[in-house]
């Protein structure tokens, strides 16, 4: 299964993520998940919250420019060669991974993976028995 | 029934010897009128010019040229050329540095020149059956009173909302049942997106028919983005206080280029630096000589704008030739590193990309003492924001096609929607900070 991520175009520019994150805060959208990244000129920002549909509606309304695409996100036990492991599986599938954010606690690690064919990535996982999470089972994390 | 067609069929599809010959005999009756202006008897003593010298249209090339700075310097009523008692109304353009430039009308020349617009205004397709609303703004400004009389001449229902309020204006446009709009480009834009933001769809849910935008040179580009956005025919206007206002020129049905009205004015396109007349259809420097204004004629006046004669015949069977779609203005020009270039140029390419909203902003500095130009251009609704190899290549795109069209390597740098400042009057394109200028 697949989950939906929004993308935001953050322009540089002292606060804008405050700004950003606080349009949310006033919607009460939990943020599970946040990654910025930056090149010289802009960023994206790249968010899972509570309510994917409000947080891009809300945002979308707030004249913010952004963009909702399918991630997968996966849950494996933290522990040595887990990750190497799991995306090996991609690897041998021939599947390109264009990005992916991933954290660990409570002997537990949680990878978002976003590739450039997301049918077959999550092909991918069911195949493997990989053990992908919904939105309601990562807002309960 | 060609009738229809035309406001004016005697005036608008007159033979080109017959038009050639009503310009000789109304540029000498002008030369009379000016005689009696302070500032034009001293010239013509000078040049040895009088309505009896006035032959054939080369005469014209005897005379000198009429700049903003002589109208300055005559401020305000050295150029009149009419008893003060006849004078019914005065323009004024908006002069930030020193005096501005004035610009008085007798009672006839208001209704000549309302009839100029009706004439602009008919030919695109405005019927006494429509209702046009104005967003000029009003006052000296000539956008605002010059359109209000021609609608009125030709009919139509007027509302003259006048700038600004977007919300107002759009209440308006519902109520009214607005069909016709006159609006600066870069307002237009603003206002689909207000439009858009109520919810309202302008292409299904107003009886918006027809734009004219003028004031403002504008690309193809965007006006098809504008036609796309209100679901409307956009016909471009060409006007300038010291010519009336607007009327000047003004695109027929064809969309392919301004009739410039040659029963009004006499253009020539000359060459800004030798002044010398360029070979048929290049690009100049417009000149214009009035020979239908008796409050205050203006003889072969620079107006700054660079255009060209489109050649060949209209198919709309008008015989006022057509100029071009404005390339810019001689002093809007900006030189980059030796390059001469013109802000519409960037906004052409700009307005091709799908990816791209409307507002973008030219800066010049200078980096290390050399001249460094940076484009910034806001993002659009369209764009694919989920990864950076899409942007990277896009703002790559963007800079290449620049480069070959100012043959100079801009930094392109894409910002969010809304973040270039808008304003409801003019936009403002470039920001010049470089030293020495």
Redesign the interface.
């Known amino acids: 299964m697949t989950i939906n991520q929004i993308s935001i175009f953050l322009e540089n520019k002292f606060g804008r993520l405050s700004e950003i994150l606080s349009i949310l805060r006033h919607e009460n959208i939990r943020v599970i998940a946040a990654t910025v990244a930056d090149t010289s000129d802009y960023g994206i920002l790249r968010i899972i919250t509570t309510d994917q549909q409000k947080a891009f509606q809300k945002l979308i309304e707030h004249k913010v420019s952004a963009n909702m695409n399918e991630v997968v996100a996966i849950s494996v036990d933290s522990c040595i060669g887990q990750l190497s492991e799991t995306i090996d599986k991609f690897t041998q599938a021939g599947i390109t991974i264009e990005y992916m954010y991933c954290f660990s606690f409570n002997q537990k690690s949680i990878l978002v993976i976003r590739s450039s064919n997301m049918a077959q990535a999550n092909e991918v996982a069911q195949k493997n028995n990989l053990n992908t999470l919904s939105e309601a089972e990562l807002i309960n994390f | 029934m060609a009738s229809t067609e035309y406001w004016n069929e005697e005036l608008e599809t007159m033979s080109r010897p017959n038009l050639e010959k009503l310009q000789i005999e109304r540029l000498r009756k002008t030369v009379e009128i000016a005689q009696n202006s302070p500032y034009y008897s001293e010239v013509f003593k000078k040049y040895n010019i009088t309505p009896e010298s006035i032959k054939s249209l080369e005469d014209l090339q005897r005379f000198p040229f009429t700049t903003k700075e002589d109208l300055r310097s005559h401020y305000p009523f050295g150029l009149v050329s009419v008893p003060m008692e006849k004078v019914v109304r005065v323009h004024s353009s908006s002069g930030t540095t020193g005096n501005p430039t004035v610009v008085a009308h007798s009672q006839r020349d208001l209704d000549q020149w309302a009839d100029q617009v009706a004439r602009c205004m008919y030919m695109v397709g405005c019927r006494n059956t429509d209702v046009f609303q104005n967003t000029s703004g009003y006052g000296m400004f000539t956008g605002g009173l010059g359109y209000q009389y021609g609608a009125e001449k030709l009919g139509a229902v007027t509302v003259p909302a006048a700038a600004g309020n977007s919300k107002r204006q759009i209440k308006f446009i519902m109520d009214f049942g607005t069909t016709i709009i006159h609006a600066i480009p870069s307002y237009a834009t603003r206002l689909a997106e207000v439009f858009y933001e109520m919810g309202i769809d302008p292409r299904k849910d107003t009886k918006l028919r027809i734009f004219c935008l003028g004031a403002e040179p504008h690309s193809e580009e965007q006006r098809q983005r504008i036609e796309q956005l209100f679901g409307i025919k956009a016909y471009n206007c060409f006007g300038m206080s010291e010519m009336n206002g607007p009327g000047v020129a003004f695109e027929c049905k064809e969309q392919n280029g301004l009739h410039i009205w040659e029963d009004f004015v006499i253009p020539e396109i000359l060459d800004p630096v030798t002044l010398q007349p360029v070979p048929e259809g290049e690009v100049g420097e417009l000149v214009l000589t009035t020979i239908n204004r008796e409050a205050m004629p203006l003889f072969r006046y620079r107006t700054r704008d660079l255009t060209r004669f489109i050649p060949g015949d209209c198919p709309c069977g008008r015989t006022h030739r057509r100029l071009d779609r404005f390339k810019g203005r001689s002093d809007d020009m900006i030189i980059v590193k030796g390059v001469n270039i013109f802000p519409i140029q960037i906004e052409r390419i700009l307005m091709g990309f799908k990816e791209l909203g409307m507002n973008y902003l030219i800066t010049i500095d200078t980096v290390s003492n050399n001249d460094e130009m940076t484009v910034e251009v806001e ?1 659009g609704e369209d ?6 190899t899409k ?2 290549n896009l ?1 790559k795109e963007i800079t290449r096609q620049l480069k070959d069209e100012i043959l100079l390597t801009p930094r392109v ?7 270039i400042p808008q304003s409801e009057g003019k936009a403002v394109r470039v920001k010049d900070f470089r030293k020495n200028h």
């Open positions: 993002v764009i694919t924001i989920s990864d950076y942007l990277q703002t740098k894409l910002v969010e929607k809304g973040s």
